[in-house]
Structures are given as C-alpha cells and as structure tokens.
C-alpha cells in the first residue's frame, strides 16, 4: 500500500507560479499541490518547463510571480541552502560533484562535521564522515566506498552519491532529475527500487523522467506540462503508457518504428586489433576488432565503463588509442586529427553533450555551424556569411524541433537538455557522413524525440551511411541494429546479426556469463 493513501496532507504546494526567460515563459501560472509520502512524476516535451519548476522548489531559480508553500508555510527558497534548511534536496540530470574529491568530500560538502586538533584547531572530521556515510549507504542499500574519488568510480555510483548527499542532510522532498538517463537496466531496476524504499520510508519524491514505463512502474501520480503550462493531473495507475504518450505531445504518438530490411554496401569502417590504455596505463579497450557496411546500424551494448565510449573516442579521434589501426573508406585515420576526420566522412554525437559537443556560452547559431563555419557556404575565405549561418540555422531549428526562447540568438545554455541534444544530432546529421556515431542519442529527451532519434537512424541507415550506435536502452538496440556486439572488460565477447539476440541473452553477455551459459546449453 502507497504511504499516500493514508496520508493526505499536502507537504509541497505551488501557487500561481511564473518563470519567463528571455523570449519564452518556461512556468505558466502553476498550480499544484504534493502530498506527504508520494511520487509525483512530471512528464512533458523537452523544454516544456518540468526542470525549471523543480529548480525554483530546490532554489535555482526564483519565479517572478507566484507562492511556495512547504508544509503549509508559504516560503521564500531564494537558493539551495535555504532548500536543503526546509529539508529539500535534488538529484540533478548532469550531476553536481567535484571530480579530484572522494566520495565522502562531495557529500559533506558545506555541511562538514568539525573536530578540535590538538584541542584548540577546528578540522574537519573525515574518519567521522566516513563512517557516518558507509553507515547511511549501507542502511539506504546505496553502498559506495567513502574514500573512493569520483572520477575513479563509476556513473552509477556518482548517482549514489549524489542522492546520499540529500539523505546526509536529512532532506525529506527529493527531486530527481532524469534519474536513469546514463544507467544500464540492472542499475535502473536497482535505483527504482531505492525510489520506492524512499517513498515508504516517508520521504516524498518529484520524478522528472521521459521514460514512460518508468513512470508507470513507481509513480503515484503525474503531471502533465507542455509549453510551460500544467495540463492536467492523473493517477498513473489509471492511465496507460499510450495516453500518457499522447497527453505530453498532445496529439497521438506512434510508439512503433517501420524497419525494412538492410541493404548492405562496401565496408565504410574498419578498426583493426584497437586497444585503449588508461592513465594507469591498463587497457580500456583490449584488441578490439569490428567493421561497419554502407547501410548497416552496428550497435555495440554493454553496462558502462566496459570500453564502448573509449571506441567512440577513439574512431572520432577524441582519444589516441594504444595501438591498432582505424580505416574510414578505405583510408588509414589513425593519426588524422577530429577535423581532417571530421572531413574525412564522420560526424559524431557524443555522450556528454555539454562538455564534448556544444559550447554552453556561445549561441545556438554559432554551435550549429561549430564544424563548418570556415568553409563555404558559412565562410569565404577570411570571411565568414552570418547571413548564410543563420539562413541555415533556421531551416535546421524548424526541421529537427529545436525550441529556444530567442531562435539563433539563444544561448546554448539557457536550452533544455533534450534541445540541446536535438540540436547537435542536427547538426551532425547534416554533415552528411558516411560513418555516423550515436552515443546514448534518445538520453533526456521526450518519447516524442526518442522515436523522431530512432526514424531518423533507419531513415541513415536506409540512404547507405553506416552507424555506430552505443546505447544503454536495450529496446532501442533491439529495435534499431543489424548487428549487435556485446562488450565486457574491454573485449566484444560476441557479434552477431539482430536476429539472433533477445533481450536476455544480450543482457547475459553484458554481464560476463555469456560463455558460462553457452556452455551450459
């Protein structure tokens, strides 16, 4: 039984709440009222304001008209230290932690416990904090090792992190941000049911995900934005995922894809016994061999940290690999630079969009011609034609949805995630390249885009370029590949076509028992 149903008080109000931003009024006169010991999902198209608003509750930003009320008490949350005073904490979807400090570090961080050295110096307390964090980790079952750094350990438990941070300081109103958006399916069924343990603990939960089943899996209730306004308000349990899909669009969406068979042509890719060393000089990738034809979506699946982001890296030439060798069209590009590949025929659409893909303080026109503002028709010579950028911009924003409050003008930041995205999936798209890489392409954006993402590959692949998709969905592997490599400490532990995977099977080999249970056959 769901706490909410023995509990009604109203533990989280909004009144009336108003955000604008330049050109675009991301809250509209929000009104909405969450019960004590809920989890209220909120659902709707990138940019349709469900961040923003949780970003005022947490004290990020601050409406320009309107009331919060937190336990009846109306509030004035002016910044996420007077949030986490009124007990409020969030899991944001690019997390907030600082890489070269250890776990325990991030999450004392500002609340750090004090001891006296040599009775007269105050300092913080670590071996304290150590042990009061392993014993809330092991109490909530998000155990991570304390002293552990955060870019030594992996994305899952940089997540663990982040939510042991909001349990340290007694927070009693989560927010979680696209919780599952860079997890593999084991790590998501273990974090919902950390969500559902939160929730009949007490704690009340705000869930702001596209993933619909996830929301039908764990939510309570669900709140419907779209272009800034609160649509309407359902009990998940009364409404299936098609009507939630069609509620957030607000016209019905196809969730199934039209994949006609594959045409292959001549090898576009070719990488030949690569390996991939880290800084402790062990491999990351290990004497990996693969080859991708004219046509061909070859999917590589693995849980993350098993080296399919390092081949990405290293085919886009973001990484210099260790040894092997990597053929594009028949020419050696093992040494060439991102740019001469770039020309060479390969566009790339990485995993972490705002660090790799985008600069978040130059407009959205500037980083939609960020690979061919030198050359024609962007530029002759020392010149370049802002007329032709922004010409091109336009058509480019209406014709992959891109939403942004001041058109080109709009700063790369001030875009929703799941725009942004659009945004660089456009752009490579239109470099038109033989070899296309997708990394995690569908993470936090709407099911609407997700299935536009996924069209827009077959609709690739059917035109003759060869893909590399890397995804932690398995129903997008399994609905969008010809040929799927599993991946495991740094090694492809078995290619085969599309056909002859499930779902289990993949899932098998992702977690090393794929031999094992051949075996056992």
Same mark, same amino acid.
């Given at each position: 039984?769901?706490?909410?149903?023995?509990?009604?008080?109203?533990?989280?109000?909004?009144?009336?709440? =108003?955000?604008?931003?330049?050109?675009?009024?991301?809250?509209?006169?929000?009104?909405?009222?969450?019960? %004590?010991?809920?989890?209220?999902?909120?659902?709707?198209?990138?940019?349709?304001?469900?961040? #923003?608003?949780?970003?005022?509750?947490?004290?990020?930003?601050?409406?320009?008209?309107?009331?919060?009320?937190?336990?009846?008490? %109306?509030?004035?949350?002016?910044?996420?230290?007077?949030?986490?005073?009124?007990?409020?904490?969030?899991?944001?979807?690019?997390?907030?932690?600082?890489?070269?400090? =250890?776990?325990?570090?991030?999450?004392?961080?500002?609340?750090?416990?004090?001891?006296?050295?040599?009775?007269?110096?105050?300092?913080?307390?670590?071996?304290?904090?150590?042990?009061?964090?392993?014993?809330?980790?092991?109490?909530?079952?998000?155990?991570?090792?304390?002293?552990? $750094?955060?870019?030594?350990?992996?994305?899952?438990?940089?997540?663990?992190?982040?939510? @042991?941070?909001?349990? +340290? !300081?007694?927070?009693?109103?989560?927010?979680?941000?696209?919780?599952?958006?860079?997890?593999?399916?084991?790590?998501?069924?273990?974090?919902?049911?950390?969500?559902?343990?939160?929730?009949?603990?007490?704690?009340?939960?705000?869930?702001?995900?596209?993933?619909?089943?996830?929301?039908?899996?764990? &939510?309570?209730?669900?709140?419907?934005?779209?272009?800034?306004?609160?649509?309407?308000?359902?009990?998940?349990?009364?409404?299936?995922?098609?009507?939630?899909?069609?509620?957030?669009?607000?016209?019905?969406?196809?969730?199934?894809?039209?994949?006609?068979?594959?045409?292959?042509?001549?090898?576009?890719?070719?990488?030949?016994?690569?390996?991939?060393?880290?800084?402790?000089?062990?491999? #990351?990738?290990?004497?990996?061999?693969?080859?991708?034809?004219?046509?061909?979506?070859? &999917?590589?699946?693995?849980?993350?940290?098993?080296?399919?982001?390092?081949?990405?890296?290293?085919?886009?030439?973001?990484?210099?690999?260790?040894?092997?060798?990597?053929?594009?069209?028949?020419?050696?590009?093992?040494?060439?630079?991102?740019?001469?590949?770039?020309?060479?025929?390969?566009? +790339?659409?990485?995993?972490?969009?705002?660090?790799?893909?985008?600069?978040?303080?130059?407009?959205?026109?500037?980083?939609?011609?960020?690979?061919?503002?030198?050359?024609?028709?962007?530029?002759?010579? @020392?010149?370049?034609?802002?007329?032709?950028?922004?010409?091109?911009?336009?058509?480019?924003?209406?014709?992959?949805? #891109?939403?942004?409050?001041?058109?080109?003008?709009?700063?790369? $930041? =001030?875009?929703?995630?799941?725009?942004?995205? %659009?945004?660089?999936?456009?752009?490579?798209?239109?470099?038109?390249?033989?070899?296309?890489?997708?990394?995690?392409?569908?993470?936090?954006?709407?099911?609407?885009?997700?299935?536009?993402?996924?069209?827009?590959?077959?609709?690739?692949?059917?035109?003759?370029? &060869?893909?590399?998709?890397?995804?932690?969905?398995?129903?997008?592997?399994?609905?969008?590949?010809?040929?799927?490599? #599993?991946? +495991?400490?740094?090694?492809? %532990?078995?290619?085969?076509?599309?056909?002859?995977?499930?779902?289990?099977?993949?899932?098998? +080999?992702?977690?090393?028992?794929?031999? !094992?249970?051949?075996?056992?056959?």
């Amino acid at each position: 039984m769901n706490k909410t149903e023995n509990n009604s008080e109203t533990i989280v109000e909004f009144r009336h709440i =108003t955000k604008r931003f330049p050109g675009i009024v991301a809250n509209d006169d929000i009104n909405l009222a969450v019960k %004590k010991g809920e989890i209220f999902a909120l659902l709707g198209e990138n940019g349709a304001g469900k961040s #923003v608003l949780m970003s005022i509750l947490f004290g990020m930003y601050e409406a320009e008209e309107g009331e919060i009320y937190i336990r009846g008490k %109306k509030e004035q949350i002016d910044s996420p230290i007077k949030a986490a005073a009124l007990n409020i904490g969030m899991v944001h979807q690019h997390f907030k932690l600082v890489e070269n400090f =250890t776990i325990a570090e991030n999450i004392i961080m500002g609340a750090e416990p004090m001891k006296k050295a040599a009775g007269l110096f105050p300092v913080v307390d670590i071996d304290y904090a150590n042990e009061k964090i392993a014993a809330l980790s092991k109490e909530y079952g998000l155990e991570v090792d304390p002293t552990a $750094r955060i870019d030594e350990v992996p994305v899952a438990v940089q997540q663990r992190a982040e939510i @042991l941070k909001m349990l +340290y !300081r007694d927070a009693e109103i989560l927010i979680f941000d696209e919780p599952t958006a860079v997890l593999a399916p084991k790590e998501i069924e273990y974090l919902l049911d950390i969500i559902r343990r939160l929730r009949d603990g007490g704690k009340t939960i705000f869930l702001v995900t596209h993933k619909l089943k996830e929301i039908k899996a764990i &939510a309570d209730r669900c709140g419907i934005m779209r272009r800034g306004k609160l649509i309407s308000v359902h009990s998940v349990a009364d409404t299936d995922l098609q009507e939630l899909a069609n509620l957030m669009v607000g016209h019905k969406i196809e969730l199934t894809l039209d994949k006609k068979p594959p045409a292959f042509g001549e090898n576009i890719l070719t990488v030949e016994h690569l390996t991939v060393t880290d800084r402790n000089k062990l491999p #990351v990738v290990n004497d990996i061999s693969l080859s991708i034809r004219a046509g061909e979506i070859y &999917a590589i699946a693995g849980v993350s940290g098993n080296g399919q982001l390092e081949i990405a890296d290293a085919v886009a030439g973001m990484i210099t690999p260790t040894a092997g060798r990597i053929t594009l069209q028949g020419q050696d590009i093992t040494g060439c630079t991102v740019r001469r590949r770039t020309e060479a025929g390969i566009a +790339y659409i990485p995993e972490d969009r705002q660090r790799v893909a985008v600069v978040m303080d130059m407009t959205l026109r500037d980083n939609m011609v960020l690979k061919s503002y030198y050359r024609p028709p962007f530029a002759d010579g @020392l010149f370049r034609d802002t007329a032709a950028a922004d010409t091109y911009t336009a058509a480019a924003l209406e014709k992959y949805d #891109v939403r942004s409050g001041q058109d080109g003008d709009s700063i790369m $930041r =001030t875009l929703s995630g799941g725009n942004q995205q %659009k945004a660089v999936i456009g752009r490579e798209t239109d470099l038109d390249a033989a070899l296309m890489i997708f990394v995690q392409p569908t993470r936090g954006v709407d099911i609407g885009a997700i299935m536009n993402i996924r069209r827009l590959m077959l609709d690739l692949r059917d035109k003759g370029k &060869a893909i590399l998709l890397i995804s932690m969905e398995l129903e997008e592997i399994m609905a969008c590949a010809d040929t799927i490599g #599993v991946i +495991y400490g740094g090694e492809i %532990k078995k290619t085969a076509p599309r056909e002859e995977w499930t779902i289990e099977k993949i899932g098998e +080999y992702m977690m090393g028992l794929g031999e !094992r249970s051949k075996a056992n056959e």
